[in-house]
């Protein structure tokens, strides 16, 4: 971008050195004024052909503009489809998970909680059973505390000896 724009201001300084020498060089061999009417003639035609690349570009933008317009109507139709499809997919989706929880519920109220409080009433009634007929857990605790009683007792024995 550096080297355009000094590229662009070393053609521009040319250009003015040229225009002065040739000013100079009219003025001296006594032709400005037909220089003069060379350069607005020259002037008018840059100015008529620039009017006209203008009016080309504005041409062109609306035919853009159009052309633009009509490629966005299907585009919005496809799109307004697709969001109509993806509200619908929620909707299904939302009625979906509704009735699997209802399912989780009815089948946690229904089929689970009462096999979960049937098996822990079996259970427990065996463990009162055992207690009771002496095979239980009180049993193993005692005999648990007498070994370690039996186990003090020996290695205090060994520690003696």
């Known amino acids: 971008m550096k ?3 000094r590229l662009a201001s070393i053609i521009g300084a040319i250009v003015l050195i040229v225009l002065i020498i040739g000013f100079i060089l009219a003025a001296i061999f006594n032709v400005l004024l037909d220089v003069l009417y060379i350069f607005l003639i020259i002037l008018a ?3 008529v ?4 690349f203008l009016i080309y570009s504005v041409l062109l933008l609306i035919q853009t503009i159009t052309t633009v317009r ?7 139709s496809s799109v307004n489809q697709t969001v109509d499809y993806v509200k619908d997919t929620a ?7 509704t009735t ?10 229904f089929a ?3 096999t979960i409080r049937t098996a822990s009433a079996i259970l427990a009634g065996q463990h009162m059973f055992r207690v009771f007929l002496g095979k239980g857990q ?4 005692a005999e648990e505390r007498r070994k370690q009683q039996l186990e003090a007792m020996q290695a205090s024995a060994r520690g003696g000896d």
């Open 100 to 109: 699997i929880s209802s399912t989780a519920q009815l089948t946690s109220e």
């Open 138 to 141: 009180t049993r193993s605790r």
């Open 91 to 97: 909707k299904t989706a939302g009625q979906t998970a």
């Open 3 to 5: 080297r355009a724009l």
């Open 112 to 114: 689970l909680g009462p």
């Open 49 to 52: 052909a620039a009017t006209v």
């Open 45 to 47: 035609a840059f100015t």
């Open 70 to 76: 009509d490629e966005m109507k299907p585009l919005l």
